[in-house]
């Protein structure tokens, strides 16, 4: 019966390679899409993916394209992976062509992903769709070729919610099978609290961005986050605490997260990362990457933003929103998902879960009606 489930794999960059080759190996029907024709080509010819790591294999996909209509027709669960960057301008590509009943899962949303999404959908199609997003991407991996990827090592325990949520055990019962670590949390806004990529992604590059843009080979996380840089991440990872708390969020420090996903132990956030197995081997980009031009406007702003609606100050993180937009000379204020674009200006903490559980603020003919 699980096997039965179709997926559509958006992005065929470093996670959806890996994505769509493992399901496929494991035996699902599995469509990829890539927007960029160049970079499928292989894949359009033979469309087999080599899986390397934790799990060895060859899958056979049933489609590549970049017809994101013919990618997505018929499929039960569409696995977005690219990056949060474009997931408004896919959400309006798809949109025309959804279907009642089908289910997006941003993998991850980055911060407040599924909000964006959701919303863009909603406001060209009343189809029944439900959009959910995974907290982090469920590996540590890497695209090794364009038919090829290398999973380092798979996370224990990823969380993922839904809109609207009374439909997340829908969708943690329809990937179980594929993947069993997925565990069901109340609503977006805890897994866009505790998305770890703003942590880990911008300062590390950031911060080490001389050795990056010289080429200078190293292990991006056990060589990149030294015990300074590691103490940074704390501070930012404090002011991210401190939002959730206020958002009522069940919120997990980077470290527990490290254990809770990866079974390690560490007194400091520093030794957690060095001792971490999923980490070995793990080369830093090549350039500013989109952990940067992702993570700053996607993650690191939607944050900023949300503390600023409620006078919480978070120094660390704008240091690092204002790092990057003076290196890249773009303005991730204005290009992120401020409180403004997600339409949560003016919500009280009630109003935002109430957004997050429902897709809206109910109006108070919504209530009567719904009494």
Request: aromatic share 8%; glycine share 8%; with cysteine.
């Amino acid at each position: 019966m699980a096997k039965d489930v179709r997926y559509a794999i958006i992005g065929a960059g470093n996670g959806g390679v890996a994505m769509a080759g493992y399901l496929a190996l494991i035996g699902y029907s599995v469509n990829l899409y890539n927007r960029t024709l160049d970079n499928i080509l292989s894949l359009i010819k033979d469309p087999r993916i080599k899986v390397t790591g934790e799990t060895n294999g060859e899958g056979r996909l049933n489609l590549v394209t970049n017809d994101i209509e013919q990618a997505i027709r018929d499929v039960d669960i569409i696995m977005v992976t690219i990056p949060a960057t474009g997931h408004y301008q896919l959400a309006q590509l798809m949109a025309p062509y959804l279907k009642d009943g089908q289910i997006i899962v941003l993998n991850p949303g980055r911060t407040c992903g599924a909000l964006e999404v959701y919303s863009t959908i909603k406001r060209t199609t009343d189809k029944d769709i439900v959009v959910a997003e995974a907290q982090t991407f469920v590996y540590a991996c890497r695209k090794t070729s364009q038919t090829s990827a290398h999973i380092f090592k798979s996370k224990r325990e990823v969380k993922l919610s839904a809109i609207p949520s009374v439909r997340t055990d829908d969708v943690i019962d329809m990937l179980k099978d594929a993947y069993p670590q997925f565990v069901p949390v109340k609503d977006v806004i805890e897994t866009s609290i505790n998305n770890y990529g703003a942590i880990f992604h911008p300062a590390p590059t950031l911060l080490n961005c001389g050795h990056i843009e010289r080429g200078a080979p190293f292990e991006y996380y056990t060589e990149g986050i030294t015990p300074s840089i590691s103490n940074f991440l704390e501070k930012m990872d404090a002011e991210r605490m401190k939002i959730g708390f206020l958002l009522n969020v069940d919120t997990v420090s980077a470290k527990d997260w490290l254990e809770d996903s990866y079974g390690i132990k560490g007194e400091s956030l520093y030794e957690t990362v060095q001792k971490n197995p999923g980490y070995k081997g793990l080369q830093a980009p090549k350039g500013l990457n989109r952990y940067i031009y992702e993570d700053v406007p996607c993650s690191l702003v939607p944050l900023s933003s949300i503390a600023k609606e409620f006078n919480i100050e978070t120094p660390a993180i704008d240091s690092i929103i204002w790092l990057a937009c003076l290196i890249t000379g773009r303005d991730f204020y204005e290009e992120g998902r401020t409180v403004e674009r997600l339409g949560l200006k003016g919500l009280t903490v009630e109003q935002i879960h109430e957004f997050a559980r429902n897709g809206k603020v109910l109006t108070n003919a919504d209530e009567e009606v719904a009494s």
